[in-house]
T-cell receptor, first 113, second 117 residues
Framework: EAQVTQNPRYLITVTGKKLTVTCSQN?????MSWYRQDPGLGLRQIYYSMNVEVTDKGDVPEGYKVSRKEKRNFPLILESPSPNQTSLYFC????????????FGDGTRLSIL | AQKITQTQPGMFVQEKEAVTLDCTYD???????LFWYKQPSSGEMIFLIYQGSYDEQNATEGRYSLNFQKARKSANLVISASQLGDSAMYFC??????????????FGKGTLLTVNP
């Protein structure tokens, strides 16, 4: 089954404790992206990647890191999480092209205390 | 900068009736793509339908159709024969084709649709 898999689905942690949210897709998509969704602010892009070893900042990259060592994986790293990073996070992937629908993972709900 | 506006924070519809969810967009680009996504209360984001700016015919996918009026910069989603399972948040989104290598989706604030039995 074609899908984007995020883990974990839910996480409650404390300020400063490094965490990684994994994202994996099995559709051979070149393009991958991370978004966060917050009430009143909608979905905002954090980072994106056009291909292996090619990543770039989105609109709200502060406090986050990403890597793309393999085509299928695009982990989101919070080196020192803070409460303002409490949010619902989505990983998305697609083929290259603005006419390609992005397929989303089921979301990761992070709470930073 | 591009912008998506969804003016209906919430909509109600009776089961089996049709409903239209409004979306207007603002861009100076001629080449762009418009998408609708559904987000149920469980949280996942589900792709519904796509319309390209150069597509002459309105897109349709099963019970979903997109009423695309380019001159008015509107891309309304029409759901025919509503079902209880259609109750969800619906997002209109856009990608600018000339936006370099970043196919960033710009989302509207969403419309919460409730289907009543």
């Amino acid at each position: 089954e074609a899908q984007v898999t995020q883990n974990p689905r839910y996480l409650i942690t404390v300020t400063g404790k490094k965490l990684t949210v994994t994202c994996s897709q099995n559709m051979n998509h070149e393009y991958m992206s991370w978004y966060r969704q917050d009430p009143g602010l909608g979905l905002r892009q954090i980072y994106y990647s056009m291909n292996v070893e090619v990543t770039d900042k989105g609109d709200v990259p502060e406090g986050y890191k990403v890597s793309r060592k393999e085509k299928r994986n695009f982990p989101l790293i919070l080196e020192s999480p803070s409460p303002n990073q409490t949010s619902l996070y989505f990983c998305a992937s697609s083929f290259k092209g603005a006419n390609q629908p992005q397929h989303f993972g089921d979301g990761t709900r992070l709470s930073i205390l | 900068a591009q912008k998506i506006t969804q003016t209906q924070p919430g909509m109600f519809v009776q089961e089996k009736e049709a409903v239209t969810l409004d979306c207007t967009y603002d861009t100076s680009d001629q080449s762009y793509g418009l998408f609708w996504y559904k987000q149920p209360s469980s949280g996942e984001m589900i792709f519904l339908i796509y319309q390209g700016s150069y597509d002459e015919q309105n897109a349709t996918e099963g019970r979903y159709s997109l009423n695309f009026q380019k001159a008015r910069k509107s891309a309304n989603l029409v759901i025919s024969a509503s079902q209880l399972g259609d109750s969800a948040m619906y997002f209109c989104a856009m990608i600018i084709r000339g936006g370099g290598s970043n196919y960033k989706l710009t989302f509207g604030k969403g419309t919460l649709l409730t289907v009543n039995p």
